[in-house]
């Protein structure tokens, strides 16, 4: 059944990430942290590590990376997606997360890759690749 749910949160993280940047940014912010939590409530993480882990990604998600921020405070951003895993355990993918997510943003904006790294399939990975860690964690956890 763990398999299963790892799927579910493969679906919910994608899904609902590219949904919250077709204007349903509800979506992305709020429903995602709450989906993904109740997954890994369910998978048996500590109640008090789900509640501070989605928070951590509720916040996350509020944060802007558009054309009109440096990047530094992209960097950020990408690091602030892989905060929540920290909360419940740690695996390699707190260090792929951020560079991943700054060579997607650059492949995406960059004239000679940007019509293979559309933005909707940036968005989707970037639902990837917060669900991956925190599928990680999960499988690397710690209790409190």
């Known amino acids: 059944m763990t398999e299963i749910i790892y799927i579910l949160m493969m679906v919910l993280g994608v899904g609902l990430f590219a949904l919250g940047g077709t204007g349903f940014k509800w979506m992305r912010r709020f429903l995602m942290p709450i989906a993904l939590g109740g997954c890994l409530y369910y998978l048996g993480v500590n109640i008090i590590q789900v509640i501070i882990s989605m928070g951590i990604l509720c916040g996350a998600m ?72 925190l599928i990680a964690a999960h499988c690397n956890q710690w209790s409190i």
């Not at 560079?99 to 790294?117: A, C, D, H, Y």
């Open 62 to 133: 509020c944060l802007g990376y558009g054309q009109n921020f440096p990047w530094w405070v992209k960097f950020l951003v990408g690091c602030s997606y892989m905060a929540p895993s920290l909360v419940i355990g740690f695996s390699l993918w707190v260090f792929i997360v951020p560079v991943v997510f700054i060579v997607l943003f650059l492949l995406s904006n960059w004239q000679e890759t940007e019509k293979s790294f559309t933005w909707k399939i940036v968005e989707c990975a970037f639902g990837f690749i917060i669900s991956a860690s």
